[in-house]
């Protein structure tokens, strides 16, 4: 007598549970480059507003996994959560302009080096500057981890010199 073939949602969860292992196991998770641009096209197909929580409970097969959030826009959500790959657009579904995004980063990180005082203000200048650099690279995911450890100093700064592009994607990378 054989397995039973597994279902896609018991693949699925193994697949979660690996990566929620790997998580936990060391404090930074980097997917290598062609896994990582693999998932982000998976996710790029996905309807605008779509979740693989509401996949998950929504497919009919019997009892609801996970718990449920409601979120407008969101690169991860829940406990833990952590986002490679994230695209964030204005909900018509088109993608930020990182050509643009890393201009008005550039023009953020000069600001801010005329207005840092403190260590912490020196910290967040090299986050732009590194979000920046991924930004011009084409590295989104890079560019949104890097906007979300630069703080909410960099946010404030980008509303004063009027970046309305970082200040839309430094919001959506620090949750607010």
Known sequence: MSAPEPTE???????????????RSSATVRLPEPERTHITQ?????????TIGAFIQ?????????DTYNVDKAGAVGKGATAFGVTFGDGGGQQVDLTELAA??????EAMRKEGTTVDHDIAVAEVAQAERSAT???AAETVSRLAKAGEWALKCATVIGAPLAVAVLKSALGL
């Not at 949602?9 to 998580?23: G, N, Q, R, T």
């Not at 008005?104 to 990180?109: A, F």
């Open 58 to 66: 929504d497919n009919g097969e019997g009892p609801k996994m996970g």
């Open 42 to 50: 998976i996710v790029a197909k996905f309807e605008p507003g779509s």
């Open 137 to 139: 690279a084409g590295d």
């Open 104 to 109: 008005e980063l550039g023009k953020l990180r």
């Open 9 to 23: 949602m018991s693949v699925l969860l193994k697949v979660v549970e690996a990566v929620e292992l790997k998580i």
